[in-house]
């Protein structure tokens, strides 16, 4: 997703209204893009910013366009009452509020994830810091935590590492803390790409980030991971397995559980070319990891 350009109008707001809409759906849709909302609750007589429709989803765009795509990414998953308004006096605050939220959090007994303005208060080995409110991920998402669980399993010092969807790097990253050697991450968003880079600096490590699909990347590494949701990973199913080398490990995130029974059977046309290995469940989200078999 774009930054707000200098030259872009300011001041628009998306409600989700809840008529239609299971909360999950639309919930799990807005964190699964790392998209921040305000949940309206039941007004307070003392908070002016919650009033509204209880159980609606009120998104605060930086730009019209990325207005337009939040919209068509909400109708593609057929989310209903989907409204566009002028920001209201008073809301343009509610950004910041969430900050004020955003705490550490301690994904495993190595790793921890939290805002770049606020000191992480766990002793670990490996602390990954982000600067919120950009829209590429903030790793407060359960299939984030679920793909850190699975790279502290499989990361070794030296390994090479290619995050396929790459977003904010906070994968990436996160790998290159746990000692792997190469670490590139790709995304089709440009802007995405520079971030990666601007959190890799903040975090005082580096990666490579490159703007280009699965189709144009070229090697084979030592774990590939891809934390999309499963439309997005079955049309580059392709790509995926063929990054990993032999002996490799390929990292799947931002499932749910209701697509295992379908999913591993589309996504690995050749039954034979992987072999399962690990499965992690939080909140109905899954990650697995699956390692390539040697070619004979």
Same mark, same amino acid.
């Given at each position: 997703? @774009?930054?707000?350009?200098?030259?872009? =109008? &300011?001041?628009?707001?998306?409600?989700? #209204?809840?008529?239609?809409?299971?909360?999950?759906?639309?919930?799990?849709?807005?964190?699964?893009?790392?998209?921040?909302?305000?949940?309206?609750? =039941?007004?307070?007589?003392?908070?002016?910013?919650?009033?509204?429709?209880?159980?609606?989803?009120? !998104?605060? =765009?930086?730009?019209?366009?990325?207005?337009?795509?939040?919209? &068509?990414?909400?109708?593609?998953?057929?989310?209903? +009452?989907? $409204?566009?308004?002028? *920001?209201?006096?008073?809301?343009?605050?509610?950004?910041?509020?969430?900050?004020?939220?955003?705490?550490?959090?301690?994904?495993?007994?190595?790793?921890?994830? %939290?805002?770049?303005?606020?000191?992480?208060?766990?002793?670990?080995? /490996?602390?990954?810091?982000?600067?919120? +409110?950009?829209?590429? %991920?903030? @790793?407060? #998402? $359960?299939?984030?935590? *679920?793909?850190? $669980?699975?790279?502290?399993?499989?990361?070794?010092?030296?390994?090479?590492?290619?995050?396929?969807?790459?977003?904010?790097?906070? !994968?990436?990253?996160?790998?290159?803390? *746990?000692?792997?050697?190469?670490?590139?991450?790709?995304?089709?968003?440009?802007?995405?790409?520079?971030?990666?880079?601007?959190?890799?600096?903040?975090? %005082?490590?580096?990666?490579?980030?490159?703007?280009?699909?699965?189709?144009?990347?070229?090697?084979?590494?030592?774990?590939?991971?891809?934390?999309?949701?499963?439309?997005? !990973?079955?049309?580059?199913?392709?790509? !995926?397995?063929?990054?990993?080398?032999? +002996? %490799? #490990?390929? /990292? *799947?995130?931002?499932?749910?559980?209701?697509?295992?029974?379908?999913?591993?059977?589309?996504?690995?046309?050749?039954? +034979?070319?992987?072999?399962?290995?690990?499965?992690?469940?939080?909140?109905?989200?899954?990650?697995?990891?699956?390692?390539?078999?040697?070619?004979?």
């Amino acid at each position: 997703m @774009g930054r707000r350009s200098v030259d872009q =109008p &300011q001041g628009l707001q998306i409600i989700i #209204h809840p008529e239609g809409n299971t909360p999950s759906q639309v919930k799990d849709l807005l964190q699964a893009h790392s998209i921040p909302y305000q949940e309206v609750l =039941p007004p307070e007589p003392t908070d002016e910013l919650f009033i509204g429709i209880p159980g609606s989803y009120i !998104l605060y =765009p930086e730009d019209a366009s990325q207005a337009d795509e939040w919209v &068509q990414l909400l109708e593609s998953h057929k989310v209903h +009452g989907v $409204e566009t308004q002028p *920001l209201p006096d008073g809301a343009a605050n509610w950004l910041e509020r969430w900050k004020e939220f955003y705490q550490w959090t301690l994904v495993t007994p190595r790793i921890a994830v %939290g805002p770049v303005f606020r000191p992480c208060p766990f002793d670990v080995e /490996v602390t990954v810091a982000i600067e919120p +409110g950009q829209g590429f %991920g903030t @790793g407060t #998402h $359960e299939s984030s935590q *679920l793909a850190l $669980e699975l790279l502290d399993n499989v990361v070794k010092p030296g390994s090479t590492l290619v995050d396929a969807g790459s977003g904010s790097g906070i !994968l990436a990253i996160a790998a290159k803390k *746990l000692g792997a050697d190469l670490c590139i991450g790709f995304d089709i968003d440009i802007d995405a790409v520079k971030e990666s880079l601007e959190n890799a600096q903040r975090n %005082g490590v580096t990666i490579h980030a490159i703007h280009a699909p699965v189709d144009a990347m070229v090697g084979q590494f030592d774990v590939v991971v891809a934390n999309m949701l499963a439309f997005r !990973l079955l049309p580059i199913s392709k790509g !995926l397995r063929r990054l990993v080398k032999d +002996g %490799g #490990h390929l /990292v *799947l995130a931002g499932l749910i559980e209701e697509n295992m029974a379908t999913f591993p059977k589309a996504f690995f046309d050749d039954a +034979g070319e992987f072999e399962w290995k690990d499965r992690h469940y939080k909140n109905g989200w899954v990650s697995e990891v699956y390692q390539k078999k040697a070619r004979r």
